[in-house]
């Protein structure tokens, strides 16, 4: 009877024993008309007493069962069964983003493009780096999304107005040898795009792949603390020849 909504064969057996009989009945007489072995009739009915289709009593120390009314019991399963289907139409599903797929996009007006609609979209925090000409323009839309409590740290090479924002200068020296130019957002810790300069044209890759998200926010930190270093300590490296040699071979 019962194992149609999700009960057990033993379940199912004790609470038609229970259900057929005029008067309570104690374990025992249970074991005898159910079917169900000794060493499991117990476990059975505590279950059963624990979602509520069976009353125990005591008469004369001895425990006694009997099954809640079939009506009730009827009126309880049909209640909790459109209360399950009510919970389920309303719980919002969602299937976790497990793209690990690297995605290639060229074209700098649609690389541009792409950028803008992820900031728009970032929910937590926005790790931005490039070159004070292509970051300017988005110096706006990274202050909204500072105001809507999105954590926004930039990184710009060459001088660039950032307003509150949390930023980080790199002044290039004539003398660098592998600065090119480059544009790198990571949002939420999730994805990132980044483009470089390949043939004179720039070259895209957007992915959600997490060791390439842990890897450019690596690489992003890498920048950050190389240019605040060199900020900071700038006179005694530029002293030193072969630091000096070194930091201008440095990609930041």
């Known amino acids: ?60 120390r001895k425990k006694l069962y009997t099954a809640l009314p079939l009506e009730t ?17 309303n719980k919002q599903i969602s299937v976790p983003n497990s ?40 110096i706006p839309l990274l202050e909204d999304k500072k105001r809507q409590g999105v954590k926004v740290e930039l990184l710009s090479v060459g001088e660039l107005k950032t307003g509150n924002l949390h930023a980080h200068v790199l002044l290039p020296d004539e003398k660098h040898e592998a600065l090119e130019r480059h544009k790198l957002i990571i949002v939420d810790h999730e994805e990132i795009l980044f483009a470089g300069v390949e043939q004179e044209n720039f070259q895209g890759i957007h992915t959600s792949s997490k060791p390439m998200v842990k890897f450019f926010s690596e690489f992003f930190y ?26 201008m071979k440095l990609r930041y």
């Open 1 to 60: 009877m019962l194992q149609k909504f999700g009960f057990t064969q033993y379940e199912s057996q004790v609470f038609e024993a229970l259900t057929a009989s005029k008067e309570p009945m104690s374990a025992t007489t249970i074991v005898k008309y159910s079917q169900v072995p000794k060493s499991k009739v117990y476990e059975v009915l505590q279950r059963l007493g624990e979602k509520g289709l069976i009353l125990t009593s005591f008469s004369e």
């Open 99 to 138: 793209d690990e797929r690297v995605w290639t996009l060229q074209n700098d007006e649609s690389i541009q493009a792409l950028i803008k609609e992820r900031l728009q979209k970032a929910e937590k925090e926005i790790l931005i780096t490039g070159w004070n000409d292509e970051l300017f323009h988005l």
């Open 222 to 247: 890498h920048d950050v603390a190389l240019t605040e270093i060199t900020k900071k300590y700038h006179d005694i490296l530029m002293a030193d020849e072969d630091i000096k040699e070194i930091l």
């Open 73 to 89: 019991t009827i009126e309880k399963l049909t209640a909790e069964f459109e209360a399950n289907v009510e919970e389920m139409r």
